[in-house]
């Protein structure tokens, strides 16, 4: 029986954390929550700016967390080093720019190809999986197969954000990448502004494995507490 792994991503119980730059809440400790909730991996951004997870969280987490680490973070040596060092068991690379509230798009990985190949190999030599995080294009499923990724997270937030027949463009769009990723090797991800309501034709496509939810996550957990937020959340998926 097909079973969608979930990743929980804690980032934004960082980011309440940040706003007044104190100890609560713990990330850490919604880790343990989320795990008791049914995740199958803790899934945290660890950005240029330090904007929500910080190092010491991800030195903790990797003490702490049972299931597995998706280590999010943009293709740059500093982040390699620690990744390198802190040793989770996925890492997924993403874009990012300073400005931006949240990722705002897929990377383009037909146009950073050697980059980002020199990255994965470097990765892999640690024994850590690779995900490229790519907008539900053709050509960049292809570039990530070509990169040697192990998968790809396809950004679903285009669809999370239409409405009506636009949002069955975009999952077409999802399908078809998702059909082309696992013809070419790759494991299937996908992830970004899914919610409660707009989960259920994602996680119908037959390729995709694992989706990375956060935002809705830790919304929810306002009015329930977290560990029965992602519950709900794992009852909705196969």
């Given at each position: 029986?097909?079973?969608?792994?979930?990743?929980?991503?804690?980032?934004?119980?960082?980011t309440?954390?940040?706003?007044?730059?104190?100890?609560?809440?713990?990330?850490?400790?919604?880790?343990?929550?989320?795990?008791?909730?049914?995740?199958?991996?803790?899934?945290?951004?660890?950005?240029?700016?330090?904007?929500?997870?910080?190092?010491?969280?991800?030195?903790?987490?990797?003490?702490?967390?049972?299931?597995?680490?998706?280590?999010?973070?943009?293709?740059?040596?500093?982040?390699?080093?620690?990744?390198?060092?802190?040793?989770?068991?996925?890492?997924?690379?993403?874009?990012?720019?300073?400005?931006?509230?949240?990722?705002?798009?897929?990377?383009?990985?037909?146009?950073?190809?050697?980059?980002?190949?020199?990255?994965?190999?470097?990765?892999?030599k640690?024994?850590?999986?690779?995900?490229?995080?790519?907008?539900?294009?053709?050509?960049?499923?292809?570039?990530?197969?070509?990169?040697?990724?192990?998968?790809?997270?396809i950004?679903?937030?285009?669809?999370?954000?239409?409405?009506?027949?636009?949002?069955?463009?975009?999952?077409?769009?999802?399908?078809?990448?998702?059909?082309?990723?696992?013809?070419?090797?790759?494991?299937?991800?996908?992830?970004?502004?899914?919610?409660?309501?707009?989960?259920?034709?994602?996680?119908?496509?037959?390729?995709?494995?694992?989706?990375?939810?956060?935002?809705?996550?830790?919304?929810?957990?306002?009015?329930?507490?977290?560990?029965?937020?992602?519950?709900?959340?794992?009852?909705?998926?196969?």
């Amino acid at each position: 029986m097909r079973k969608i792994r979930l990743g929980v991503n804690i980032d934004h119980v960082a980011t309440l954390r940040q706003a007044r730059r104190g100890k609560e809440p713990d990330p850490v400790h919604a880790a343990v929550m989320a795990e008791l909730g049914g995740a199958d991996q803790i899934t945290v951004h660890l950005r240029e700016d330090r904007r929500h997870i910080q190092d010491r969280d991800l030195e903790l987490l990797r003490g702490t967390v049972q299931t597995g680490i998706d280590m999010e973070m943009a293709a740059v040596p500093e982040m390699v080093r620690i990744a390198s060092r802190i040793l989770p068991e996925m890492v997924t690379l993403v874009p990012e720019k300073r400005q931006e509230i949240t990722t705002e798009g897929g990377l383009d990985a037909a146009g950073q190809l050697r980059q980002l190949a020199g990255v994965v190999r470097r990765l892999q030599k640690k024994d850590i999986r690779v995900a490229l995080f790519v907008d539900p294009v053709l050509r960049q499923v292809r570039a990530s197969a070509e990169a040697g990724a192990d998968a790809i997270e396809i950004n679903t937030g285009r669809y999370s954000e239409s409405r009506g027949e636009k949002a069955e463009r975009e999952m077409d769009k999802i399908r078809r990448a998702s059909a082309l990723g696992a013809e070419a090797g790759l494991a299937v991800h996908a992830g970004h502004g899914l919610n409660y309501r707009n989960i259920f034709p994602v996680a119908d496509v037959p390729e995709v494995e694992e989706l990375n939810i956060g935002h809705s996550i830790v919304s929810r957990a306002v009015f329930v507490g977290l560990e029965m937020a992602v519950r709900e959340m794992r009852d909705l998926l196969p």
